[in-house]
Every structure is written in structure tokens, then in C-alpha cells.
T-cell receptor, first 111, second 111 residues
Framework: NAGVTQTPKFQVLKTGQSMTLQCAQD?????MYWYRQDPGMGLRLIYY???????DKGEVPNGYNVSRLNKREFSLRLESAAPSQTSVYFC??????????FGPGTRLTVT | KNEVEQSPQNLTAQEGEFITINCSYS?????LHWLQQHPGGGIVSLFM???GKKKHGRLIATINIQEKHSSLHITASHPRDSAVYIC?????????????FGKGTKLSVKP
């Protein structure tokens, strides 16, 4: 029972490159979230998915796209990375009305 | 606008001391969460509460809905309690249980 997993753990990109961050959960939760965490700021919601097949924008969606492939997987794509997207990215899941469970995070640097 | 404010930002304590971290919020909420972020970066949920008080081991969380304020207390603090403690609220009527996060309180407990 792995909980929430994220890949990769670390990534360095050059400006303009693209990549996909993967998140998977085995908790059978409906809701999944992508956050970014920057120094001196609270976690900020990028996108969320209330259920399989639905996605919605959060507070800071610009420059990102998401796919809720199935109930287990929720991926975050950077089409053309920018230095402003250097951050730590967390995926989280939640059963309605319950706690959020976080993945271990992906540390992304864009040079 | 900062809808969730935590104080203090940083806190240093001696082992054994009683710790209090405060959280104030400006919106109507359906629930308030306390989370812990370990020095290695992992985030775990500690409490979710909408009224009164909850206790788990040496941790106690309280909330006063009328005053829009919550506190997290740690009794008999220990160096392993050193972490960032994050307050987050679910806005009443908000989208899909999304959370609004404070910036965190960094706690360091010295032996």
C-alpha cells in the first residue's frame, strides 16, 4: 500500500523544455490535487480533479496542463518550462470530507 | 490578501517546553486542518476540526469559530517535533473541499 507516489523526485529542465510530473494513488480517493510550494509562500493550488474525467483550475494554473487518466493517476504537464516554475510540486488526494494525503514531492529547477 | 495568517513565523523552544502555534483566518469555513511538514519535505495531516478540541498524543488542536482562530499546542516538546506546521482552511461553500494554506510556522526544538 504505497499511498500517494510521485515521479520524478528531482528534475532539472532548461527554459522551453517540456515535462510531465506523474502522480498515482492506491487509496481509492476521488479527489486529487496538484500544488506548488515556494519559499515564503503557502502551498498554492495549481489544478484539481474532483473525480475521474474532470479537472478544474486552481489559484495558479497558467503554464500548466493536467490529465486525470483514471481514478488512480493525475499528471501535471509543463509544455514550455520557465524559470518561474522552479518550485517543489506536491500531489495530494482526498476522500470527500476527509484529510488530504500528500505525495513526497518533486523538486523542479528550470534554468 | 492573506486569508490564513499564522504566528509566529519561527519558533525556537527548549526540549520539554509547551508550544503554541496560532492560526487566524478571515473567511467562513467548514473545516480547519493542521499539517506537519518534516525537514525532509514530506507533508502529513495532523488534525481536521470544525469545532472544539482534538487531541492526539502530545498534540492538541483547538478552534474558536466565532473568533476565527485556531491553536495547535504541543506538550512536552521534543527535538523530533522540529518541523514546519501548516494551518489550512476549507472555505464554506468553496470548491470541492479545496484548502487555503497559511505560510507555516517553523518550529525548532533544542535538546
Amino acid at each position: 500500500n504505497a499511498g500517494v507516489t510521485q515521479t520524478p523526485k528531482f528534475q532539472v529542465l532548461k527554459t522551453g523544455q517540456s515535462m510531465t510530473l506523474q502522480c498515482a494513488q492506491d487509496m481509492n480517493h476521488n479527489s486529487m490535487y496538484w500544488y506548488r510550494q515556494d519559499p515564503g509562500m503557502g502551498l498554492r493550488l495549481i489544478y484539481y480533479s474532483a473525480s475521474e474525467g474532470t479537472t478544474d483550475k486552481g489559484e495558479v494554473p497558467n503554464g500548466y496542463n493536467v490529465s486525470r487518466l483514471n481514478k488512480r493517476e493525475f499528471s501535471l504537464r509543463l509544455e514550455s518550462a520557465a524559470p518561474s516554475q522552479t518550485s517543489v510540486y506536491f500531489c495530494a488526494t482526498r476522500l470527500t470530507g476527509g484529510w488530504q494525503y500528500f505525495g513526497p514531492g518533486t523538486r523542479l529547477t528550470v534554468t | 490578501k492573506n486569508e490564513v495568517e499564522q504566528s509566529p513565523q519561527n519558533l525556537t523552544a527548549q526540549e520539554g517546553e509547551f508550544i503554541t502555534i496560532n492560526c487566524s483566518y478571515s473567511v467562513g469555513i467548514s473545516a480547519l486542518h493542521w499539517l506537519q511538514q518534516h525537514p525532509g519535505g514530506g507533508i502529513v495531516s495532523l488534525f481536521m476540526l470544525s469545532s472544539g478540541k482534538k487531541k492526539h498524543g502530545r498534540l492538541i488542536a483547538t478552534i474558536n469559530i466565532q473568533e476565527k482562530h485556531s491553536s495547535l499546542h504541543i506538550t512536552a516538546s521534543h527535538p523530533r517535533d522540529s518541523a514546519v506546521y501548516i494551518c489550512a482552511v476549507e472555505e464554506d461553500g468553496g470548491s470541492q473541499g479545496n484548502l487555503i494554506f497559511g505560510k507555516g510556522t517553523k518550529l525548532s526544538v533544542k535538546p
